[in-house]
């Protein structure tokens, strides 16, 4: 499975952005697919993810309801992402978690948030 994350760029505090992801090859077996960030210096945390079925959703608490995760496919993830704010600013990692406990990681897009 290759993930390919999009829609990272600079944005201004307060601004929206959404982003990405697509998933290639067999899906078969996925539990759920997610947003991490990794910001300067820090751990990568989680976002946000989203159940194969796409009604279950589960945010990290510094969301705050300012993020939406959403499925548009099968094999297509968005985060919609608004009132961002200068602590936002990280390289955003798509993930997807399969049964057995195999995690697939796309290769990053930054976000940054300028004040």
């Known amino acids: 499975v290759q993930l390919q994350a999009s829609g990272g760029g600079v944005v201004q505090v307060g601004g929206s952005l959404r982003l990405s992801c697509s998933a290639s090859?067999?899906?078969?077996?996925?539990?759920?697919m997610g947003w991490y960030r990794q910001a300067p210096g820090k751990q990568r945390e989680l976002v946000a993810t989203i159940n194969s079925g796409g009604d279950r959703a589960n945010y990290a608490d510094f969301v705050g309801g300012r993020f939406t995760i959403s499925r548009d496919n099968a094999k297509t993830v968005s985060l919609q992402m608004n009132s961002l704010k200068p602590d936002d600013t990280a390289v955003y990692y798509c993930s997807t978690k399969f049964i057995g406990g195999a995690n697939y990681w796309g290769k990053g897009t930054l976000v940054t948030v300028s004040s």
């Open positions: 090859g067999s899906i078969f077996g996925v539990i759920n």
